[in-house]
């Protein structure tokens, strides 16, 4: 009977180079490809970041398909990360919201562009190293379940994949620990056993979101405008609203005397809004660009478990939809810095994404 084949994203780390072993081990055809997509960075500079992207990735994961005896390509998709991904991260930005690349990446580039490229070159499946696990529901549906390890789990970042994705999709890391994918790694003698994990956003290695915002904006950058309370009182100017996120209290350079935070961004008027601790809580939020995976729709009003942000817990909610790609959220108890422009994603007890959508706003 012919193996399977499955083509293996393989950034260059630990995760999805342990991917491919164990797929290998399972008896399929692997191949590795690395998605070549940003390489202008100095080589330094993305080998300091542990940049997943860049030419030190490529020359890793080669090294990793050559102790596999795998075959290894390279898929240029520098314009679908640029169209998808960095126009997207300033767009967003722009606009007030603070958007997370890493998930625009992960269903338009490292899937939809890599699925679609691997198929045509006879592949069954496609496989990364991220931390979850698909499912198949009762309903027969795809979806993704939390990862055995919760401190690292993923699903999160993936909540937008389509069926036709996840069908096509093989996620071995998500059974185990990083501390065991990293003894799996040196027991198989990879090169990589040892690489420190790569950072969030590959494409801003010094972090600095505002100049590089900047940069590629031009002169489309808001202008500097003011801090104000809630009802428009205003505490003092600020350097202009990509430099701030809801939540923020460092960096406001305001002299009031105690600890004071972001509460809301106001791209019409480049306002900053201002408040204390208690009014980053909100006890509500409506999305939009619903993507539904573990459930096929919204027909009457559930609870849930939703997190906000990757590193959320998750809070208990009842979720239903207002509109035809519209769903609001109610909380059991406050959340904190519900973000325009982050993504909202749902969870039902055991762990498998139902869904999400892109936050447009909270609710008091």
């Keep these: 009977m012919d193996r399977k084949k499955v083509v293996v994203g393989m950034s260059g780390g630990v995760d999805s180079s342990v991917a491919a072993y164990l797929l290998k081990e399972q008896g399929y055809d692997v191949v590795g490809a690395t998605m070549q997509i940003w390489q202008d960075e100095e080589r330094d500079a993305v080998e300091e970041n542990g940049g997943c992207c860049g030419l030190s990735a490529v020359e890793d994961a080669r090294r990793v398909a050559e102790v596999l005896d795998i075959p290894h390509y ?13 126009d997207y991260f300033t767009r967003e930005y722009l606009a007030g919201r603070t958007p ?3 998930i625009a990446c992960n269903r338009y580039v490292k899937w939809e562009s890599m ?4 198929m045509e070159i006879g592949a069954d499946y496609i496989a990364t190293g991220h931390y979850a696990r698909v499912i198949q529901t009762a309903e027969g549906r795809y979806a993704l379940r939390t990862s055995a390890t919760a401190r690292k789990d993923q699903t999160y970042a993936l909540y937008s994949l389509t069926q036709e994705q996840l069908r096509r999709t093989l996620l071995p890391v998500g059974e185990y620990t990083k501390e065991e994918i990293r003894g799996i790694a040196e027991k198989a003698g990879l090169p990589v056993a040892h690489k420190p994990d790569s950072q969030e956003i590959c494409f801003i290695p010094d972090h600095d979101y505002a100049a590089y915002i900047e940069r590629e904006a031009g002169g489309r950058v808001p202008p500097a405008g003011n801090f104000v309370t809630e009802d428009g009182r205003v505490l003092g100017r600020h350097r202009g609203i ?13 002299a009031l005397g105690h600890p004071v935070f972001v509460t809301e961004i106001r791209p019409e008027t480049d306002e900053v809004v201002i408040g204390e601790a208690e009014d980053v809580f ?4 409506v999305c939009d660009h619903i993507s539904y995976m573990g459930m096929a729709g ?8 939703a997190k906000i942000r990757y590193a959320h817990a998750g809070e208990r909610c009842v979720i239903e939809r207002v509109e035809e790609d519209v769903i609001r959220c109610t909380f059991r108890q406050p959340v904190r810095a519900v973000t325009p422009g982050q993504a ?3 969870y039902d007890e055991d762990g498998c994404v139902l869904g999400g959508g892109v936050i447009r706003c909270p609710l008091s």
């Design 115 to 118: 699925l679609r490229r691997s």
């Design 282 to 285: 909100r006890g509500g939020l």
């Design 344 to 346: 909202v994603v749902f």
């Design 242 to 254: 990509t430099h701030y996120t809801v939540g923020q209290r460092k960096g406001l350079n305001l």
């Design 100 to 102: 997370n690349p890493c």
């Design 298 to 305: 919204l027909p009457a009003p559930r609870e849930v478990t």
């Design 74 to 86: 390279v898929m240029n998709f520098k314009r679908e990360f640029r169209t998808h991904v960095m």
